[in-house]
């Protein structure tokens, strides 16, 4: 099986262009479970957000189905959109708050 991006072998894209195409396949794979299961599965997103642009980042945010329940961990928020967060946690010193 072979992935192109505009026509190009996706092993000649961007590091940030090789990460969506990845996520983009883990969404599709979350939607044929949705349909076969009848269930959305979790979302454990742990620190995906390094090689994408800010651009990529909230277009990946607003791909995710929401009425799934969504577990994200990244070291930034300050690129985030406004709004899209119902809730927002800092862990730090062993300790798990919620960020004001």
Do not use: C
Not at 66 to 75: E, F, G
Request: glycine share 8%; hydrophobic share 45%; net charge negative.
């Amino acid at each position: 099986m072979a992935f192109f991006l505009n026509g190009i072998d996706s092993g000649f894209a961007s590091e940030g262009q090789q990460r969506s195409l990845a996520l983009s396949l883990r969404l599709g794979q979350a939607a044929l479970i949705e349909a076969h299961a009848g269930s959305t599965p979790l979302f454990l997103l742990d620190d995906i957000f390094g090689e994408l642009d800010v651009k990529r980042r909230n277009a990946l945010l607003h791909q995710l189905p929401p009425h799934a329940q969504k577990l994200i961990t990244t070291t930034h928020i300050d690129w985030m959109e406004t709004g899209y967060a119902q809730q927002i946690m800092r862990f730090s010193d062993r300790k798990l708050t919620p960020l004001q």
